[in-house]
Structures are given as structure tokens and as C-alpha cells.
């Protein structure tokens, strides 16, 4: 393997050799080159950093919710006693507040965290050294889309200022364009989700192109790490779902300006209509949203259990399983509003889902048998991840079949199983993520003691706040209200007990992050001792264009049996023992 | 993209005298102008698609008003002029045909003719634009023929005339719209041409606007029965 001369060795020959976090030359120079970058890591990084942003805006309007939840305002003989966080003018004003910071958290945390986390930051980063390429196919589409990213950002929270909307993340048609009629938040806030699906779209095609044209030579398909599997999957449902949203979002803003009534009984036109067109869309994007993180999943998994994945081709296939089937359930999340038949049909084709989901639940966890397993911090949120995602993925079942979710439906049961999935998902994946490649972004490690102390306070955290919903919603408590009879008092307290914990958790994470920033331990090229190629073939950080040379790829992303990863110690990852004659590793 | 490689180290000349297509490498990360042409040609495929999805929501939003107000769409489908929308079918078929001429222009070193192909392209979608303004949303305004709330002719036949009147004018308006952009991307062109930046081994830019137009086009040869001719 030809890696020696892609690493710098203490001094650097010119600029081509420094590593691309260099700085350009003093403060507005370096500014403006990170401005008007081409480079895909940097993107990534900018991408990283707004995303962290949003998610701190997100989590504090979900703190928000759930301290109302807390204690929601109490009558006593015909009075109200206590009006709690979310005041307004009166009861009804501060319930509207309610809704608007419960719809500010599904909004935020949807089109502006999760939908672009991984693939805008880690992807962006990772997709074109894990293949061997100098960037993704169309540089200029990529910084276009981390502007559009922000351009449609400045939209949402447009909207926020002027008061925000209380229409739900989901934008039901009639109410959301009817209601707040003398404004133009919802219109704001639709252009804005317009808008970010733009920027997605073109971070979605760049990486199928990249895919498929800017493989280095010996990389075949099945020689990519399940990660650009993953990121690929992904990328072709952004790429094929998100115009219909696109064409969703405009007939709303056409239906508010202009009352084309596309979408108004009273004017002749169908708000079931509207569903249909936001879940083809919507739907499909769940698992926009969770393939990336189960890419993630495979390359925590396989590096930190030092051991072959277990079934590649099986773990890679159910990506593009899961990218084709999400395209025909949309209908389930319509029981309620489509005929008997239809809803039968996609109860039926839902549970098609299940299949390559477990599909790569089970290959991880046969990837475990007997490796050895390193509980590094991305360790800890890989196997959080197939403990939380396992839950939130067989809740789905229940959902799935048409009798358990008519009773179900609109429940907090909902609620606890999409944040099982998503939160416990993707954000513990992006997480993991984020520790196991940090060192690669940024040159530096991060405090393992401190980092392990924070995911102990995620992965309780997010237990007790999510886990009493299935109880308290499959007693009926319905999703979305402010307010609640006794008997569900105990659960949201405790729920939001656990939103304190998850809050612990993420600012200590945030400690460790910003101390490695500043005063980290230099990072070894290889730190853990993976195969891939942004460890093996690039030193602590890229350069800028990422590999000297264009490498050549000589052996597999898992081959741990049979390569010693290059720039480790000797006897830091040592070589399995030979197997007795005959015998097979599994 | 449109970079010029001068730092490639080989010890070139200092002014290269060849023209620009002649001399134009490829960006940094591809290895040559084969594999640019290919990355850049699959990204605008992928782009069509998309474009195909999103008039793709148009066409089942049609479909279902249709189902729901029968009445509404074929009276509608009358007040429309099956001659201007036939002229405007030709006018864009012509264009297919020159943009189509151009990159075969493009591919054999005829910097004249692809500029008067462009040129003929551009005219067309003007014309389009000229024709569809001029003769039917101008007129049609004017009688109160608008979508929604703005609905105010007063010989409608159908309660849900408005209705068949959002569709005409959000689907042909979503479609001028990108006929607006195309007529940029040919002025872009042109000039580009002019400047002799494309030949035989550089017409990246011609085959992926030509592409762009041509679904443009395929769109109106399914706007125009739908909204025209289905009575």
C-alpha cells in the first residue's frame, strides 16, 4: 500500500501539503476563503456547525414544550391557578404559544436538523475520501446548497420572529391556509421548507454522481463502506421525493396568495389531496433521514468491534430496499383519511419495511459475535442505537397494522415512536458519528472520560423522556395538546424530567466538544485503527485536496483478519491468530 | 467548472495561443474531460428527473380535479384556443429541433451554426412566451378567467370553474417560468459561443441546456392535450 507519501511527515513542502484547516492568511482573508470554499470537508464543517446551531434552537423549543407539559395550567373552582411557561393573553393565547413552540420544535428539527445532519456534515466530509475522490462531483452545486441551506434558514426564522406558526410541522391543508390570515408567516415559513428543498436536492444528486462517476480506480461497488451505501440510498430518495414536495409547497403558497382552492373544500378542491402529495414526499424522507444513520451504524459498528461486517452485500442491498419500498407506504399515514381499501393495501406494503430494516439490525449484531469490542464513546452510541432503533423500529409494527393504529393514531404513542427512531436513531447515530470522526475533522481527540459521562446522560435521558409516552399513549393521551386530565400526570412529569437529563447530556457534550477545540490532545492519523480510506491514506487532517495522489484501493473497508491498518504502533491492533487448517472465520 | 489548467506543472507555454475549448482541461478532480462530461451529463439526467416529478405532482393533481369535477374541466378545457396552443406546440417543436442541430454543431466544430441554432432556440422560446401572453393569458385576464378568488367571469358554467382555472394557470404558469429560465440559459450560451468557448471536445454546457429544453418541451407536449384537446 502506497500510503507513505500521502502523509505529512513534520514539514510541509507548499501550501498543497498543509491540511485544509490551514489558515488562507490573516482573519477576513480566511473568512472570505471559507465563504466562497469549494471544498467539500469545509462545507461540511460550516454545514456541521449550522446544523449543531439549529439543533440547540430545536431542543430548546422542545425544553420549552415539555416544561408546560410539566405543569400545564391548573383550574380550581372555575379559576386558573397556575398559567405556566408559555403565557399568553389569557388561557387560549398561552395555549396558541403552545402550539407555535411545539410546531417551531417539528419544523426546526425536521427540515433544518435531521433531514440534512448527516449527509450535509458527515456526507459532505467523508462521502468523497471514503471513495478515494479530490471532491464530490460538482463543487459549486455543494456550496450553492449550504447557502440555500441558510437562505431558507433566514425564512423559517422570518416566520419565528413575526410570532411564528401553530399549523404543526405537517402544514394540514385546510387550517394552514386558512388560519393567520392577515400575516405571512405560514407563507414564510412554506417558502422557507421550499426553499431547504432545493439545497437538498442538489446535496442528494451530487452524491449519486459522485457515486457513480468519482470511484478511485479498484473501488468497485462492493468495495465502498457501507457508509456510502447508506449516504446513497439516502441521496436518491432526496433526489426523487423531494420535488413533489416541492410542487406540494408552491400549490400552498399559490392556495394562500391567491385561493387557486387546490386544496379547499369550499372552493371544490381536496385537502386529502394535500396528505397524499406531503407524506409521498414525507414519508420517503423518514428514511432520508435514517439511512444516514444507519451508515453510520456500519462503520461504528465494524471499526469499533474490530471485525468484518457481517453479510456486506445484505447490509448494502437493504439501503436501496429501504430506498424503494419507503416510496409506496406513504398511504399509513392516511388510515384515517383514504378509503378501507387503500388503507389495507398500505398497511400490507408497510410491513415490507420491516424486512431490510432487520436485515441490518441483525447483520450488526452478528457483526459483534465475537469481535473485540472497544466501548469508546462511538461504541456506546452505536449499541444505544440497536437498542433504541429496535424499539422505535417494532413500535412501527404496532403502527402498521391498520386495527392497533386506529386506536393509536394521534396518540403520544406516535410521538415516542418517531423520536425512538429519530431521535434515537438518527441523532444517537449522528452523534456516534460525530465522536468517531471528529479527530479527522479537526485534528484533535476529545476527552473519552467526559464524553462517555455525556452519552450515560443521552441514553438515560432520552429513555425516561420517551419511554412513559408509550404508556401514557397507549392510554389514550392524545399528541400535540397542551394540557391533560390527572391521570396522565405522572408520565409527563417524568417525561420531562428526562428532557433535563437529555439536556445534561448534550451540554456536556458540548463542554468536551469546545475543550478539544482548544486544548484536545493532537490526533494520530488512525486513531482507532479503521480501513478506510480517510484513515489509511490522509494524515491527522486531509490536505486540502484530500490525497496527494489518487489512491489505489487494494483491499476491503473490513478487511480487519487480514491488513494491519497502516500508521497504527506496532502491537496496537494486532493480527488475529491464525486459524487452524480448514477452519472458516466467520 | 470552467476553469483553465494552468498550474499542471508540465512546463507548457507561457500564452497559450489555442482557443478556449481546445485548451480547457477538465476541473481539478476529474481526471480528464471524457469523465467530466459524464459526471456533469448523469447530474443533468438526474436534475430532468426531478423536474419530471415536480410537473409530475401537477399532472396528479389534474388528474384528480378531473375525477372530482368532470363538468368543470371540459367546460373549461372550451374557453381555451386549441390554435394558439397549436401554434405554440410547433414553435417549441422547432426549438427541439435547433438546440438538438446546436450540439451536433457543437460536436463537429461549426461555431457558426451552433450560434445560429441558439440563436433560432432563443427566438422560439420569446415567441412561445410572446404568443401564450399575448393572445391567451392577456385576453383571459381581462375576462375575469383567473384562478381562485380572482375569478370574476360572469358567464361561468360550473360552480368550480375557479378550480379548472388554478390548474391552467399554476400548470402553464410553473411552465413559462422555466421556459423564462431556459431563454437565460441560451443567452448564457450564446455568448459563451460567441467567445468560441465550445468545440468538438467541449460542449458540456450545449448537451446539458439542450437536455434541459428538451424536457421543457416534453412537458407542453403533455400540458397541451391535456389542457386543449381532452374536451
Not at chain 1, 402544514?171 to 422557507?192: C, H, I, K, N, Q
Not at chain 1, 450488526?364 to 442505537?385: E, H, N, Q, R, V
Not at chain 2, 460542449?203 to 412537458?219: M, N, P, Q, R, S
Amino acid at each position: 500500500m502506497s500510503t507513505i507519501e500521502s502523509l505529512p511527515t513534520g514539514h510541509a513542502h507548499d501550501h498543497h501539503d498543509a491540511s485544509y484547516l490551514t489558515p488562507k492568511g490573516g482573519f477576513w482573508t480566511t473568512i472570505i476563503d471559507w465563504a466562497t470554499t469549494v471544498d467539500h470537508k469545509k462545507i461540511g464543517v460550516m454545514y456541521l456547525v449550522a446544523i449543531l446551531v439549529m439543533f440547540f434552537l430545536g431542543g430548546v423549543a422542545a425544553l420549552a414544550v415539555r416544561m408546560e407539559l410539566f405543569a400545564p395550567t391548573a383550574f380550581e373552582a372555575g379559576g386558573v391557578i397556575k398559567n405556566q411557561v408559555l403565557t399568553g393573553d389569557g388561557l387560549a393565547g398561552g395555549y396558541q404559544n403552545y402550539n407555535r413552540v411545539m410546531t417551531l420544535h417539528g419544523l426546526i428539527m425536521v427540515f433544518l436538523v435531521i433531514v440534512p445532519s448527516v449527509p450535509a456534515s458527515l456526507g459532505n466530509f467523508l462521502l468523497p475520501l471514503m471513495i478515494g475522490a479530490k471532491d464530490v462531483a460538482f463543487p459549486r452545486l455543494n456550496l450553492a446548497s449550504w447557502y440555500i441551506y441558510l437562505f431558507g434558514s433566514m425564512f423559517a426564522i422570518l416566520a419565528v420572529l413575526l410570532g411564528g406558526v401553530d399549523t404543526g410541522w405537517t402544514f394540514y391543508t385546510p387550517y394552514s391556509t386558512t388560519t393567520d390570515a392577515e400575516y405571512w408567516r405560514v407563507v414564510w415559513m412554506v417558502l422557507g421548507a421550499f426553499i431547504l428543498g432545493f439545497s437538498s436536492i442538489f446535496t442528494g444528486l451530487n452524491f449519486v454522481v459522485t457515486v457513480h462517476k468519482l470511484r478511485a480506480p479498484g473501488m468497485g461497488w462492493f468495495d465502498m463502506p457501507l457508509f456510502v451505501w447508506g449516504i446513497y440510498g439516502a441521496a436518491v430518495i432526496q433526489v426523487l421525493a423531494t420535488p413533489v414536495v416541492g410542487i406540494t409547497l408552491l400549490l400552498m403558497i399559490f392556495e394562500r396568495l391567491f385561493r387557486v382552492g387546490v386544496f379547499d373544500p369550499a372552493l371544490g378542491g381536496d385537502p386529502v389531496l394535500f396528505q397524499h402529495f406531503f407524506w409521498f414526499y414525507s414519508h420517503p424522507v423518514v428514511y432520508v433521514m435514517i439511512l444516514p444513520g444507519m451508515a453510520i451504524m456500519s462503520e461504528l459498528i465494524a471499526v469499533f468491534s474490530r471485525k468484518k461486517i457481517f453479510g456486506y452485500r445484505a447490509v448494502a442491498f437493504s439501503s436501496l430496499a429501504i430506498a424503494g419500498i419507503s416510496f409506496i407506504v406513504w398511504g399509513h399515514h392516511l388510515f384515517t383519511s383514504q378509503g378501507p381499501v387503500g388503507a389495507a393495501v398500505f398497511s400490507a406494503l408497510t410491513f415490507l419495511v420491516a424486512i431490510p430494516s432487520a436485515v441490518k439490525v441483525f447483520n450488526w449484531i452478528a457483526t459483534l459475535y465475537k469481535g473485540s469490542i472497544d466501548l469508546k464513546t462511538p461504541m456506546l452510541y452505536a449499541l444505544s442505537f440497536l437498542f433504541l432503533f429496535s424499539i422505535g423500529g417494532l413500535t412501527g409494527i404496532y403502527l402498521g397494522a391498520l386495527s392497533v393504529d386506529l386506536q393509536l393514531h394521534d396518540t403520544y404513542f406516535i410521538v415516542a415512536h418517531f423520536h425512538y427512531v429519530m431521535m434515537g436513531g438518527t441523532i444517537i447515530a449522528f452523534v456516534g458519528g460525530i465522536h468517531m470522526w471528529w479527530p479527522k475533522m479537526f485534528g484533535r481527540m476529545y476527552n473519552e472520560f467526559w464524553a462517555r459521562i455525556g452519552w450515560a446522560f443521552v441514553f438515560v435521558g432520552f429513555n425516561v423522556t420517551f419511554f412513559p409516552q408509550f404508556i401514557m399513549g397507549s392510554q389514550g393521551m392524545p399528541r400535540r395538546y397542551a394540557d391533560y386530565v390527572d391521570e396522565f400526570t405522572i408520565y409527563h412529569v417524568i417525561s420531562t424530567v428526562g428532557s433535563w437529563l437529555l439536556l445534561v447530556g448534550f451540554l456536556i457534550h458540548l463542554f468536551v466538544f469546545l475543550h478539544s477545540l482548544v486544548a484536545g490532545k493532537k490526533a494520530p492519523p488512525n486513531p482507532w485503527g479503521a480501513l478506510t480510506l480517510e484513515w489509511t491514506h490522509t494524515g491527522p487532517t486531509p490536505i486540502e485536496h484530500n490525497f496527494h495522489h489518487e489512491p489505489v484501493v487494494t483491499h476491503g473497508p473490513y478487511d480487519y483478519d487480514d491488513v494491519p491498518p497502516p500508521q497504527t504502533r506496532p502491537g496496537e491492533f494486532p493480527m488475529p491468530d491464525p486459524l487452524p487448517e480448514g477452519a472458516e472465520r466467520h | 467548472m470552467s476553469t483553465i489548467s494552468t498550474d499542471s506543472g508540465h512546463g507548457g507555454p507561457a500564452q497559450d495561443e489555442r482557443p478556449y475549448h481546445e485548451q480547457y482541461h477538465a476541473a481539478h478532480h476529474f481526471r480528464n474531460r471524457d469523465h467530466e462530461f459524464d459526471a456533469v451529463k448523469m447530474g443533468v439526467w438526474l436534475f430532468l428527473a426531478t423536474e419530471i416529478l415536480l410537473f409530475s405532482g401537477m399532472f396528479c393533481a389534474y388528474a384528480v380535479f378531473r375525477m372530482l369535477h368532470p363538468e368543470a374541466f371540459i367546460n373549461g378545457s372550451h374557453y381555451l384556443d386549441v390554435e394558439y396552443g397549436l401554434i405554440n406546440t410547433l414553435v417549441l417543436l422547432l426549438s427541439s429541433y435547433t438546440v438538438a442541430a446546436g450540439v451536433r454543431c457543437a460536436q463537429v466544430g461549426d461555431l457558426r451554426g451552433l450560434k445560429r441554432n441558439i440563436l433560432i432556440t432563443l427566438v422560439c422560446g420569446v415567441a412561445f412566451l410572446a404568443i401564450k401572453g399575448i393572445f391567451e393569458y392577456g385576453p383571459k385576464a381581462m375576462q375575469g378567467k383567473l384562478p381562485g378568488v380572482f375569478f370574476s367571469y360572469p358567464n361561468a358554467h360550473d360552480p368550480n370553474e375557479p378550480l379548472w382555472w388554478g390548474v391552467y394557470w399554476v400548470a402553464t404558469g410553473i411552465h413559462a417560468s422555466h421556459v423564462i429560465v431556459g431563454i437565460g440559459l441560451f443567452i448564457w450560451l450564446y455568448l459563451r459561443a460567441n467567445k468560441k468557448h465550445f468545440g468538438p471536445r467541449h460542449y458540456t454546457a450545449v448537451e446539458g441546456v439542450g437536455l434541459y429544453w428538451h424536457i421543457v418541451d416534453i412537458v407542453w407536449i403533455f400540458l397541451f392535450p391535456m389542457l386543449y384537446l381532452i374536451h
